[in-house]
């Protein structure tokens, strides 16, 4: 069901980018350099608006939520294809510009809104008999049924026998449930001869641990309990991907020579309202464990309270900085030296690292790959300070653990300019 709405999503992105086509065919005649142009334009709109999340199951079904991701993903858009376009000649005419923008911006997220909300209504629910106990699985399964827009339901729990099972299963007809869902392996354990023999009559079988992850986009640790033997072997992997090293290599680069004159203002803006030292460097948790030198911008200093207690506070800069992310910008120089990458999960300080591996089951999991400047938790969670953020933020950190990808990587990067342009996660 959720890849059946995710693929509703891919065909609306599809006729949306078609149309932009259409639409600019109206105000000029095609040459080659013009449709190149168009290319890198309509391109570039389409990734704005997904990185502004234009295309997510809660965005695209409310008509707010759409009117905003695709007025901010569009300009997000415009301006980076501009780069290029701007050394165009001739370059696509100013009204194609304009035209293009308001169908993107105001009359996409209608359309958008309007056929997302009319084929998730018509979409029918896909029903599960879960083998284990409602008391331990109706919570995560709450959340699941409405990150589904209500098209995932439950049948019925069962702690079954193999008795009961044989007649759950056993209609001649028509089922009244799709698919069997595996929610306790224990439980399943024992009735395994069964479920074989419901294979045998088409009926599909499912397990938590993947419904969860494809709709929740994190692995809650309570799932990692229950699926222990499974998890501890997907965790057990600390390999390091060559295809996303070379793009760290490639991407740092670029971001580096657009950032430059980021990184001047920054550094004058440090010197001229905090003095020295601009930049400063902290010991952190990185690949595996091991300790490097994590370099910032300082944007916050360690005072002595009324009381005598050492208090860390903002600095004069700190808190404009810290909001928009500048601060980080040095790191680019943690990835090209093999340190970082631009997407991973954020590395601890060395004590925390420890505190939280002996507190969090898998825990020690989120260095099995290098740290990152950005990553799926910053994205999607939130700056954390209590052990309960912590144990969420772990959630998602170990989804990306387990499902890292060029593509998850691509599109964690194209969601941290939402991220960082609305300050979210502070």
């Known amino acids: 069901m959720i890849r059946r709405i995710a693929s509703l999503k891919y065909l609306v992105a599809i006729f949306l980018f078609v149309t932009l086509f259409f639409i600019q065919s109206l105000t000029l005649t095609w040459t080659p350099l013009f449709a190149f142009q168009a290319l890198i334009l309509n391109v570039a709109i389409m990734l704005g608006i997904y990185a502004f999340r234009g295309f997510d199951n809660s965005t695209t079904y409310s008509l707010n939520s759409c009117v905003v991701s695709y007025i901010s993903g569009t300009i997000l858009g415009i301006l980076f294809a501009l780069l290029p376009i701007v050394f165009m000649k001739p370059r696509l005419p100013r009204p194609t510009f ?32 879960v083998i284990g106990r409602e008391e331990d699985l109706g919570p995560i399964l709450e959340e699941v049924k409405k990150a589904s827009m209500g098209k995932i339901e439950i049948y019925s729990y069962m702690n ?89 290599l490639i991407l740092t680069s670029f971001i580096f020579l657009i950032c430059s004159p980021f990184l001047l203002f920054t550094v004058l803006y440090v010197l001229i309202r905090d003095g020295r030292p601009v930049f400063f460097s902290q010991e952190r948790a990185g690949y595996l464990g091991k300790p490097f030198a994590l370099l910032k911008l300082r944007t916050m200093d360690d005072v002595t309270n009324e009381i005598g207690e050492v208090e860390t506070v903002d600095t004069k800069s700190g808190k404009l900085l810290r909001k928009f992310r500048l601060n980080e910008i040095p790191q680019i120089l943690n990835v090209l030296r093999g340190q970082m990458s631009l997407v991973g999960c954020r590395p601890d300080l060395p004590w925390q690292h420890q505190q939280w591996s002996t507190k969090f089951k898998m ?64």
């Not at 169908?103 to 209504?121: D, G, N, Q, T």
């Not at 009926?203 to 994190?218: A, F, G, K, M, Q």
């Open 363 to 426: 825990y020690s999991a989120r260095m099995n790959a290098l740290p990152g400047i950005s990553g799926h938790a910053q994205v999607f969670y939130k700056y954390v300070r209590t052990d309960e953020e912590v144990k969420k933020r772990l959630e998602y950190d170990l989804y990306y653990i387990k499902n890292r990808s060029v593509k998850l990587y691509l599109i964690t990067l194209m969601r941290t300019f939402e991220t960082v342009l609305l300050g979210r996660g502070k």
């Open 160 to 248: 079954p026998s193999a008795a009961t099972l044989t007649e759950a299963i056993s209609f001649e007809d028509t089922k009244p449930f799709d698919a069997i869902l595996i929610g306790d392996p224990e439980l399943a354990k024992s009735v395994r001869p069964i479920l074989n023999e419901a294979i045998t009559k088409n009926t599909n079988i499912e397990y938590l641990p993947t419904l969860v992850e494809n709709s929740l986009h994190r692995i809650p640790i309570e799932i990692i309990e229950r699926f222990s033997e499974y998890y501890e072997i997907v965790f057990s992997d600390t390999y390091l991907s060559k295809r996303m090293k070379v793009l760290d």
């Open 98 to 129: 304009y035209v293009t923008a308001l169908i993107a911006a105001f009359i996409f997220p209608l359309l958008s809104c309007m056929f997302m909300r009319y084929s998730i209504k018509h979409l029918p629910p896909k029903r599960y008999l």
